[in-house]
């Protein structure tokens, strides 16, 4: 098993020694919760085959779990599955899951790995809002203070954002919109916006290449939430003699991971 999937279900540390100041049968409870959020439900004698442990150390924990509505059992096949109670909780984490919050050490990153101005902006009535920046220390930089407004098919966040689209979405929001033209390079058509996306999905970033301002260049990607839905997208921007095609390559990568680490941070599973 690769160590980056070891700790779903954590079978081989599940009868192990635990670090000094755990509660070992805490620590086996939410053992239990992991392997049962990951299936479909599960025996008891799965259960125990799967963390390694006998059926009566199995029955104790889920008796536990049960009573306090963690865990619930299936009255026709018998088997095990994650309790409303479980749910409750994890409500509570989407709640303060804000994406702002969750982006800022992100952002920061991505300044100091790239030496430009990282962004982060949400969808609103068909443009991107920017909420949040981390400049750099350069004296040209980009500037898109928080509040300000872009259009979707100008903007490297709008791209990032409608390449998670399924094209019948994308058509609805710009059927009988003008494609405002900021620059001789902005985009002009439907046709040429799902062109432009379908190169962003086959790339995993958007890049607006001075689109918006002649000069500037942006590099985004999408942040996903638990239901692999876009709520916001996180971009790097500069201008364009410190933007190569090299370096923007460069870039994309930084900003995909950015993305991933964020939509991680938010629940996402396929980041």
Same mark, same amino acid.
């Given at each position: ?28 409870? !939410? ?14 004698? $799965? ?7 006998? *059926? ?5 924990? #889920?008796?536990? #779990? $049960? ?26 984490? #989407? ?14 990153? !991505?300044?100091?790995?790239?030496? $430009? ?6 969808? +609103? /009535?068909?443009?991107? !809002?920017? *909420? ?8 040209? %930089? ?23 689209? /399924?094209?019948?979405? &994308?058509? %609805? ?11 001789? +390079?902005? &985009?002009?058509?439907?046709?040429? !916006? ?13 890049? =607006? ?24 997208? &996180? ?10 095609? =090299?370096?923007?390559? $460069? ?10 680490? *964020? ?6 599973? +396929?980041?």
């Amino acid at each position: 098993m690769e160590a980056g999937n070891r700790r779903r279900g954590r079978p081989k540390g599940f009868g192990g020694a635990k670090p000094a100041g755990t509660i070992q049968a805490l620590d086996r409870a !939410l053992d239990v919760l992991e392997v049962l959020a990951d299936g479909d439900g599960l025996t008891l004698s $799965e259960l125990s085959g799967k963390l390694g442990q006998s *059926v009566a150390t199995m029955h104790r924990v #889920l008796a536990t #779990l $049960e009573r306090r509505a963690f865990v619930e059992i299936s009255a026709d096949k018998q088997e095990w599955h994650v309790g409303a109670e479980a749910y409750r909780l994890g409500a509570a984490f #989407l709640r303060r899951g804000n994406v702002v919050e969750r982006s800022r050490s992100a952002m920061w990153t !991505l300044m100091q790995e790239t030496g $430009e101005t990282s962004n982060l902006g949400v969808e +609103k /009535d068909g443009s991107v !809002l920017f *909420v949040s920046q981390v400049e750099t220390h350069e004296t040209i %930089r980009a500037f898109f203070p928080p509040g300000s407004l872009s259009p979707l098919h100008a903007s490297g966040i709008g791209k990032a954002l409608l390449s998670t689209f /399924d094209p019948k979405r &994308i058509e %609805r929001l710009f059927r009988g919109r003008e494609f405002e033209r900021f620059t001789t +390079k902005t &985009i002009g058509s439907l046709a040429a !916006l799902s062109e432009n996306i379908e190169a962003t999905r086959a790339r995993g970033y958007a890049i =607006d290449d001075e689109e918006r301002t002649m000069g500037m260049r942006c590099v985004a990607a999408p942040i996903l939430n638990v239901h692999g839905e876009a709520v916001a997208g &996180i971009s790097v921007s500069g201008p364009t003699h410190r933007l190569s095609d =090299d370096r923007v390559r $460069e870039i994309g990568e930084h900003v995909r991971r950015g993305a991933a680490t *964020v939509s991680r941070l938010l629940g996402a599973t +396929k980041a």
